[in-house]
């Protein structure tokens, strides 16, 4: 998980740089090198059936791979692709046979957590070519069911797959009726917590500021709760969470071009003991 999140963060970066016109040749080359040293680990690392395991080194041949750590890499490799980085229709191709063909059976669902992974999958088999419509149907039946990451990760994925749709409009109303408000803004949280995928707060309201950035940037629930992610950001720690903190960036970032902040211009004036700057 570490390597990917990493180089997300890295080429979120490197991304947003460019979106932005700011001109630094040497991060840009650094974080350029950065991203091609995880994306060859990556690569370097992929088992025979395509997919990925929980752990890469020495002794990672004789783990098997997983739908959940093949979905996350496969979800960042086409981030990669999408920056313009060169990843491969071999190692794409294969990880989206393994994906496909370990989806899990809707009618064998009966937790939350099969429910959620099965919603991740669909997410990051979108750009695939194999038919995904009975499994959307499934999930959406039960989108009550899901935790707040995987409702907003499945509304993406049926946006990409399906175009605009009744079922978007629905899928968002519930994201939002799910929210909850505070004082230090809105903010998501899982009803269910498996120690094998992700549920956070942190990470659900990253999740709720990507997916509402994309399609609803005009959401009265987008600003707060990406202060939401500012005000608690001092409680993410880079090197005991890459996961979060890779979600967290990539969130802000969204919001950024969601709301046109990107390309905001302020008129300001600096004084010091009276004197203008």
Known sequence: ISIVSRMLANVNTYQALQDLGIETPQLESDLSNLVGESLQELLEIQKFDGGWSWWGGSGAGFLSSDAFITAYVLHGLQIVSDAGFEVGEYYLDRAFEYLFNHLINPENIEETAALDLLAFQIYALRESNYSLENYIAAVYNRRSDLNPWALGLFTLAVDQIEGSSARINVLLGDLEAAAVWSETGVHWE?????????????????????????????????????????????????????????????????????????QAEYPFQAFLNDRLF
Do not use: C
């Open 190 to 262: 899982s009803q269910e917590i498996s120690w094998m995928l992700p549920g956070t707060p942190l990470f659900n309201t990253a999740v709720g500021v990507l997916t509402l950035s994309a399609l609803d940037p005009a959401s009265t629930s987008l600003v707060p709760a990406l202060r939401y992610l500012m005000t608690h950001r001092n409680a993410l720690n880079p090197a005991s969470s890459p996961f979060e903190s890779a979600w967290v960036l990539m969130a802000a970032t969204s919001a950024l071009k969601g709301t046109g902040d990107y």
